[in-house]
């Protein structure tokens, strides 16, 4: 942040009102009264106002600042209150509605990227077509052409599932996340975003990942070469230890994942090969991600998939884990 301070000079003169006529003796002058003594024209300097100090920055994000109790009123709402929300349902747009409104109260700006959804069928349940949307959140500080990260989770379901641990458990530590940096900086700027259509309409890559294939062809080459990674969390609500996934080997986004886990007390574990999210989507369009999540649960994909499945400690630590890593 660039603070301009305005410098104030100002002079002021006075006549020497201590001054009196100059003569040999000290008796009064019987003349008529000489005009008054004319004051220099050169003004006694003044010491100049000194510039105000510069505003203190904002502190840096710490682990202890993420509220686990956010992410968990949000799964509470969006798979309770919400549930079912395919990516191009009148659902889904209700709870893009209510995300949208969370990020702004926390200061972010949104922007809705629309796009369109094929048909298909959803983990065996026929879905229509139509248009769907990302939020994608911003605080004003991504400049082009400088480094960014972005941290991203998806807000749909399959069609009969409410979606808590999937995922309105990622969803909800990205809100967490912004509530947490209102008033906090990190080490880069941070872009946030809500993914619209990525579960399945088919068995293939190409009939997955909708929202954040568009994103990904959204971009300009000069935010292709500055960003320096993005993470997805999806189903990060279930488990003891943080899932860090990559989409092939070990890589400098996992490393420095898993160091982050360290440095917030929270056990993690690699999981290799992962490509079942949106971390996927930059990827294999040649962009570094990767994705926290995907423990195993019973409710997957199920009318099981509900808030009490969900454990606010797991989301504790996830945030946690991230506030380390942005910071």
Request: proline share 11%.
């Amino acid at each position: 942040m660039a603070v301009t301070g305005a410098v104030l000079l100002a002079g002021c003169s006075s006549p020497d009102d201590d001054a009196g006529p100059t003569g040999a003796t000290a008796t009064p002058s019987t003349s008529a009264p000489t005009a008054p003594t004319t004051p220099s024209a050169t003004p006694d300097p003044t010491p100049s106002e000194p510039a105000p100090e510069p505003p203190e920055p904002d502190p840096r994000l710490t682990p202890d600042d993420v509220r686990p109790a956010t992410a968990v009123a949000a799964v509470r709402h969006l798979a309770g209150e919400i549930g079912p929300r395919p990516g191009t349902s009148p659902a889904y747009r209700e709870a893009a509605d209510w995300v949208e409104q969370q990020l702004t109260g926390h200061g972010w700006r949104v922007e809705r990227q629309r796009f369109a959804t094929p048909g298909g069928v959803s983990w065996g349940v026929p879905v229509e077509a139509g248009p769907s949307v990302n939020l994608v959140a911003t605080r004003g500080d991504v400049r082009p052409g400088e480094p960014w990260l972005l941290v991203g989770a998806h807000l749909d379901t399959v069609p009969q599932a409410p979606g808590a641990e999937d995922n309105a458990s990622g969803v909800g530590v990205v809100l967490a996340l912004a509530e947490a940096l209102d008033g906090r900086r990190t080490r880069l700027p941070v872009v946030l975003v809500a993914f619209g259509s990525e579960e399945p309409r088919g068995p293939t890559d190409d009939d997955h990942h909708y929202g954040s294939r568009a994103y990904v062809a959204s971009l300009t080459p000069a935010q292709r070469r500055s960003l320096r990674a993005m993470v997805s969390l999806d189903r990060v609500g279930v488990g003891e230890a943080v899932p860090v996934g990559s989409a092939a080997e070990p890589n400098a986004i996992t490393d420095r994942l898993q160091r982050a886990g360290r440095e917030a007390g929270v056990p993690t574990e690699i999981d290799l090969f992962q490509r079942s999210s949106d971390h996927w989507s930059f990827v294999r369009d040649g962009l570094p991600a990767a994705r926290l999540g995907s423990t195993p649960y019973a409710g997957y994909h199920s009318e099981g998939d509900t808030a009490d499945v969900v454990s606010r400690a797991q989301l504790d630590r996830v945030g946690r884990l991230m506030a380390a890593w942005l910071a």
